[in-house]
Structures are given as C-alpha cells and as structure tokens.
T-cell receptor, first 112, second 119 residues
Framework: DAKTTQPNSMESNEEEPVHLPCNHS???????IHWYRQLPSQGPEYVIH???SNVNNRMASLAIAEDRKSSTLILHRATLRDAAVYYC?????????????FGKGTLLTVNP | GAGVSQSPRYKVTKRGQDVALRCDPI?????LYWYRQALGQGPEFLTY????????KSGLPNDRFSAERPEGSISTLTIQRTEQRDSAMYRC?????????????????FGPGTRLTVT
C-alpha cells in the first residue's frame, strides 16, 4: 500500500475550523483516500473517503489536491468530542483493498 | 442497531496458556477482520474473512495464532501458548462487503476490543 505522511499532533480551539493534512506523494490512480478517527478508549470509526473530487458529509469535508498527492480533512467547527487520533489511509480499488493499513495518525487536541 | 461486540473486554492470562477471543459482527455483514493494536500505534491487520472463508491470514504473527468463522457470523481468534509479547488490544471489525472493485466503498465498523495482558 502507498504510504501516507501526517503530522504527529495538532491543536485547535473549540468551535474553530481544523485542517488536518495528509501527504501521499506515491498515490496510484486507483487509490481511494480514506479517513478514520479513533476517539480515546474506542475503536476506529470511519469519517470520509474520496477519489478525486472534494467530498462532504455530516462529519467533515475532504479536500483533495488536483495532483492527488495530498489531501486535507476539514472539521468545520471543532468540538471537544472531536479530540481523537485521525488516520489517513489509502485503499486500492482493486481486489486486495479489504484491509486498512493504519499509520500513526495525527493526535488532535481540542482546547475549550 | 447493535454494533460489533467483542468478549471478553479484558483478559489476563499467564504465559503459556491458550486464549480465545470472540467477535460478534454487525448482523448481515459479510466481511470480518481482526486487527491488533499496540499502545500508541494504529491497528495492524491480522486476518480477513469473507463469509466463512478465511481469505487472508498474512498478518497473523506466527502459527500460535489462528482464527475461524465457521458459520459466517461469529468469529474466534485463538492464541495458543501465549507469550508476553502477545499483550495488546485485539480489535475486530466488520463490513457489508470486502475486496473487489466495490470494496473501497465499504466502511469498516470496529468493536470495542479485547485488552489482552499476558503475565
């Protein structure tokens, strides 16, 4: 699987937007970009995914660079509940895409 | 609806004992995965089932580890002759589908995990 690079940690204030970056310079044309997050003492949970176009859902937005070598997860108004480790994961559209390959992720701290 | 459940939530065992960890996936989910997570690290893939078939066991560390899903629903991860290095959080996940061209659309739902401590 192609490798992703994320900052180890980031800090934000409550009710402010948060932009979590992810670099994936070796991404292939068939790789989807997925984001999962892991709240303290819980299992990971799906956040969002995309291929080329920007995506929005109720949890977040995903902005994908035109060359697809990087992406940004956007939390529009951070809450204390958003404090978690955020993982950026590439998944091939092909047959071996069933498993998730997690890196170390970005630990997001949200200050009240 | 009910999410993925795992039991026991905590297991303390002595070195050399066998342990069995259970996973009950979301009803109707075809695919089931086992991951292991060390403290401060992301989960690491162990094995994958599509229905009752174990499609990939490449992540199992050695032959002391085995998994089954005999009826395509509940799964058991068994560790024989446990060692201290086996201590970790073991997480199960399930999804509606697995690999293939549509596989990337299937989000995985994770259970709360079983914290295994080998003394």
């Amino acid at each position: 699987d192609a490798k992703t690079t994320q900052p180890n940690s980031m800090e934000s204030n409550e009710e402010e937007p948060v932009h979590l970056p992810c670099n994936h310079s070796t991404i292939s044309g068939t790789d989807y970009i997925h984001w999962y997050r892991q709240l303290p003492s819980q299992g990971p949970e799906y956040v969002i995914h995309g291929l080329t176009s920007n995506v929005n859902n109720r949890m977040a937005s995903l902005a994908i660079a035109e060359d697809r070598k990087s992406s940004t997860l956007i939390l529009h108004r951070a809450t204390l509940r958003d404090a978690a480790v955020y993982y950026c994961i590439l998944r091939d559209r092909g047959g071996s895409n069933y498993k998730l390959t997690f890196g170390k992720g970005t630990l997001l701290t949200v200050n009240p | 609806g009910a999410g993925v459940s795992q039991s026991p939530r905590y297991k303390v065992t002595k070195r050399g004992q066998d342990v069995a960890l259970r996973c009950d996936p979301i009803s109707g989910h075809v695919s089931l995965y086992w991951y292991r997570q060390a403290l401060g690290q992301g989960p690491e893939f162990l094995t994958y089932f599509n229905y009752e078939a174990q499609q990939d066991k490449s992540g199992l560390p050695n032959d002391r580890f085995s998994a089954e899903r005999p009826e395509g629903s509940i799964s058991t991860l068994t560790i024989q002759r446990t060692e201290q290095r086996d201590s970790a959080m073991y997480r199960c996940a399930s999804s509606l589908g697995g690999g293939g061209s549509g596989g990337t659309s299937y989000e995985q739902y994770f259970g709360p995990g079983t914290r295994l401590t080998v003394t």
